[in-house]
C-alpha cells in the first residue's frame, strides 16, 4: 500500500466513465481515488510524493474479459502468479481467466482452487470464468448454480464451441436465474475441422487447410438466435469477420442483449503473418483480411463491438516449435495489447477515449457491480489507475516479457505506446524503471 498520498501530476486524465479528457492531477490516498481535478483543490494536504505526468496518459486500470492463465495443469505455458504479473506490466488491474485448464474450471473446488491462488500468489485482481458443460465435454451442462456461487463471473467453454445447440439454449436458459453471461466461442467445427488459418488465397498458396469466415459466422447466427428465443445475456468471444460484425449489429438493433469482444491481434494483423509458416502467428478463429478489420473497426466506433479483449494465450516456446498443423493455436497479448492497439490511435482510427472505453468501463459493464466500482477514476473507487505514454517507442523483446509465453507474430518490432506504470489497490505492481517519484 502507498502509505504517504501520491499526487500524479500534470498528465491528461482519461475516464471514459466519467466523460473526464483533460490535463490535472490525480491524488492516491490510503487505496483510494481521492481527488481528481486541475488547480490548487487538485493538490493534497501536506506530506506527499509526486509522480509527473505531463505528456503521460492517465487512466483507470484496464481490465481484459478474456485471458488464459493455464492453472491449473498446464503450468509450463502460464501460471496465474505470471500471467497476472504480465497483466500489470501490460497495464491490466482486472484480469477474466477462462476456464480450459486441467482440471477445467467446472466445480466449486476449482474456482475456489484460481481465486485462493489468485489471493496469495496474483499480481492483479484475478476473476473466473466457469465451464458451461462438465469437462468442456459438450454433453451435459456443468453445475452453473455451484459455480456461480463460488464466484465465476460468466460461463464459456471457450476453446472449444458448444456443438450442441440445444445445450446451448439450456445454458442460456440457466444463466438467466444467476443474471450472468455466456461467452460465446464461435465455430462450427464441421466447417473448421483441420483449418490451420484464415480460408483464401494465402492459404491456398502455403498449402493449409483454411477456416472459412462462416465457420464463425453460422454460430454466432444461432447463437443469436438462442438469444432471442431466451431472452439470455450472450456475449460473442474474439470477433473476426465482417460478417459477424453485421450479423451483431442487426441483433442489437432487434434488442437483443448481446455483446462482443474483439481482440488487438484480430484489428491489427491480417492472415500475411502467416507466411513463412509462423507458428507464432497461429490463433483460432485465425487472423483475417484487411476487409473484416476495417469492419471491426467499424464496429467497434458504432458501439457494435463493445469491448477489446486480449485472448492471451501463452504457450511453450517447444509447443510452438513445431511443424504448422501440429502448433497449438494461441499468441501471448498481455504485454503487447497497448501497444499494438495504439497504432490505431496513431493512424487515426480510433480516439484515444474510444479506446479506453473499451478497456475499462466496457469490460466493467459486462462484469457488473460485484466487485465495486470497477475502471473508473471516481471518487472513493479502489485506486487503480494506468499510466501509458502514447508516444514512446519501445522493441517488443519476448525475453523481457513476464509472461511464460513468448508466443507473439511481434517480437523484434517497433511498438508506439508504452505503459509506464500500473497501479493496482493503491500499491505500483509496475512501474518503469525510467518513471521517478518524488
Ligand atoms: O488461439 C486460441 N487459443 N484460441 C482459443 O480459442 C483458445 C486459445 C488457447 O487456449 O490456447
Same mark, same amino acid.
Given at each position: 500500500?502507498?502509505?504517504?498520498?501520491?499526487?500524479?501530476?500534470?498528465?491528461?486524465?482519461?475516464?471514459?466513465?466519467?466523460?473526464?479528457?483533460? +490535463?490535472?492531477?490525480?491524488? /492516491?490516498?490510503?487505496?483510494?481515488?481521492?481527488?481528481?481535478?486541475?488547480?490548487? =483543490?487538485?493538490?493534497?494536504?501536506?506530506?506527499?510524493?509526486?509522480?509527473?505526468?505531463?505528456?503521460?496518459? +492517465?487512466?483507470?486500470?484496464?481490465?481484459?474479459?478474456?485471458?488464459?492463465?493455464?492453472?491449473?495443469?498446464?503450468?509450463?505455458?502460464? %501460471? /496465474?502468479?505470471?500471467?497476472?504479473?504480465? =497483466?500489470? &506490466?501490460?497495464?491490466?488491474?482486472?484480469?477474466?481467466?477462462?476456464?480450459?485448464?486441467?482440471?477445467?474450471?467446472?466445480?466449486?473446488?476449482?474456482?475456489?482452487?484460481?481465486?485462493? +491462488?489468485?489471493?496469495?500468489?496474483?499480481?492483479?485482481?484475478?476473476?473466473?470464468?466457469?465451464?458451461?458443460? &462438465?469437462?468442456? @465435454?459438450?454433453?451435459?451442462?456443468?453445475?452453473?448454480?455451484?459455480?456461480?456461487?463460488?464466484? #465465476?463471473?460468466?460461463?464459456?467453454?471457450?476453446?472449444?464451441?458448444?456443438?450442441?445447440?440445444?445445450?446451448?439454449?439450456?445454458?442460456?436458459?440457466?444463466?438467466?436465474?444467476?443474471?450472468?453471461?455466456?461467452?460465446?466461442?464461435?465455430?462450427?467445427? =464441421?466447417?473448421?475441422?483441420?483449418?490451420?488459418?484464415? $480460408?483464401?488465397?494465402?492459404? %491456398?498458396?502455403?498449402?493449409?487447410?483454411?477456416?472459412?469466415? #462462416?465457420?464463425?459466422?453460422?454460430?454466432?447466427? !444461432?447463437?443469436?438466435?438462442?438469444?432471442?428465443?431466451?431472452?439470455? !445475456?450472450?456475449?460473442?468471444?474474439?470477433?473476426?469477420? $465482417?460478417?459477424?460484425?453485421?450479423?451483431?449489429?442487426?441483433?442489437?438493433? *432487434?434488442?437483443? &442483449?448481446?455483446?462482443?469482444?474483439?481482440?488487438?491481434?484480430?484489428?491489427?494483423?491480417?492472415?500475411? @503473418?502467416?507466411?513463412?509458416?509462423?507458428?507464432?502467428? *497461429?490463433?483460432?478463429?485465425?487472423? !483475417?483480411?484487411?476487409?473484416?478489420?476495417?469492419?471491426?473497426?467499424?464496429?467497434?466506433?458504432?458501439?457494435? /463491438?463493445?469491448?477489446?479483449?486480449?485472448?492471451?494465450?501463452?504457450?511453450?516456446?517447444?509447443?510452438?516449435?513445431? $511443424?504448422?498443423?501440429?502448433?497449438?493455436?494461441?499468441?501471448?497479448?498481455?504485454?503487447? #495489447?497497448?501497444?499494438?492497439?495504439?497504432?490505431?490511435?496513431?493512424?487515426?482510427?480510433?480516439?484515444?477515449?474510444?479506446?479506453?472505453?473499451?478497456?475499462?468501463?466496457?469490460? #466493467? *459493464?459486462? /462484469?457488473?457491480?460485484?466487485?465495486?466500482?470497477?475502471?473508473?477514476?471516481?471518487?472513493?473507487?479502489?485506486?487503480?489507475?494506468?499510466?501509458?505514454?502514447?508516444?514512446?517507442?519501445?522493441?517488443?523483446?519476448?525475453?523481457?516479457?513476464?509472461?511464460?509465453?513468448?508466443?507473439?507474430?511481434?517480437?523484434?518490432? *517497433?511498438?508506439?505506446?508504452? +505503459?509506464?506504470?500500473?497501479?493496482?489497490?493503491? @500499491?505500483?505492481?509496475?512501474?518503469?524503471?525510467?518513471?521517478?517519484?518524488?
Amino acid at each position: 500500500m502507498i502509505t504517504k498520498p501520491l499526487l500524479i501530476q500534470g498528465g491528461r486524465i482519461i475516464d471514459p466513465s466519467q466523460g473526464i479528457d483533460e +490535463v490535472g492531477n490525480l491524488v /492516491i490516498s490510503e487505496g483510494k481515488i481521492s481527488r481528481l481535478g486541475s488547480g490548487q =483543490a487538485s493538490l493534497p494536504g501536506s506530506d506527499y510524493d509526486v509522480l509527473n505526468a505531463e505528456g503521460l496518459i +492517465v487512466c483507470p486500470g484496464f481490465i481484459d474479459l478474456h485471458c488464459h492463465l493455464r492453472q491449473p495443469g498446464f503450468e509450463e505455458k502460464e %501460471t /496465474i502468479s505470471s500471467g497476472s504479473r504480465a =497483466a500489470a &506490466r501490460g497495464g491490466f488491474t482486472t484480469i477474466c481467466c477462462m476456464p480450459n485448464t486441467n482440471p477445467p474450471l467446472d466445480s466449486r473446488a476449482t474456482i475456489d482452487y484460481v481465486k485462493s +491462488v489468485a489471493a496469495s500468489e496474483g499480481a492483479v485482481r484475478v476473476l473466473p470464468i466457469g465451464c458451461i458443460s &462438465r469437462g468442456r @465435454k459438450g454433453k451435459e451442462l456443468a453445475e452453473m448454480g455451484e459455480l456461480a456461487q463460488a464466484g #465465476a463471473i460468466a460461463f464459456s467453454d471457450d476453446g472449444q464451441p458448444l456443438r450442441s445447440s440445444l445445450l446451448m439454449r439450456q445454458a442460456m436458459e440457466y444463466s438467466l436465474a444467476f443474471g450472468l453471461p455466456v461467452i460465446d466461442h464461435c465455430e462450427d467445427t =464441421a466447417l473448421s475441422e483441420g483449418g490451420q488459418m484464415n $480460408e483464401g488465397i494465402i492459404a %491456398t498458396r502455403l498449402g493449409l487447410c483454411g477456416i472459412p469466415a #462462416a465457420a464463425e459466422e453460422s454460430i454466432v447466427a !444461432r447463437d443469436l438466435a438462442l438469444a432471442e428465443l431466451t431472452g439470455a !445475456r450472450l456475449h460473442i468471444a474474439h470477433t473476426t469477420t $465482417e460478417g459477424s460484425v453485421e450479423l451483431i449489429r442487426r441483433a442489437k438493433e *432487434k434488442g437483443i &442483449r448481446v455483446t462482443a469482444e474483439v481482440t488487438p491481434h484480430h484489428l491489427t494483423l491480417t492472415e500475411e @503473418k502467416v507466411l513463412g509458416y509462423n507458428t507464432n502467428a *497461429k490463433v483460432n478463429p485465425p487472423l !483475417r483480411t484487411k476487409r473484416d478489420i476495417v469492419a471491426l473497426i467499424g464496429g467497434l466506433k458504432e458501439g457494435v /463491438i463493445d469491448i477489446i479483449a486480449t485472448d492471451h494465450a501463452p504457450h511453450t516456446g517447444n509447443d510452438k516449435l513445431s $511443424e504448422f498443423a501440429l502448433a497449438p493455436f494461441g499468441i501471448s497479448g498481455l504485454e503487447t #495489447a497497448l501497444g499494438s492497439l495504439m497504432s490505431l490511435v496513431h493512424a487515426g482510427e480510433l480516439t484515444l477515449a474510444m479506446l479506453i472505453a473499451k478497456l475499462t468501463c466496457g469490460p #466493467a *459493464k459486462i /462484469i457488473g457491480t460485484g466487485y465495486g466500482k470497477l475502471g473508473s477514476l471516481e471518487t472513493e473507487a479502489p485506486a487503480e489507475v494506468t499510466i501509458f505514454d502514447p508516444n514512446r517507442e519501445w522493441l517488443v523483446d519476448t525475453s523481457d516479457f513476464a509472461s511464460k509465453g513468448k508466443n507473439t507474430p511481434l517480437n523484434g518490432e *517497433k511498438l508506439k505506446g508504452k +505503459v509506464m506504470a500500473t497501479i493496482y489497490q493503491g @500499491k505500483f505492481v509496475y512501474k518503469d524503471e525510467s518513471l521517478a517519484i518524488k
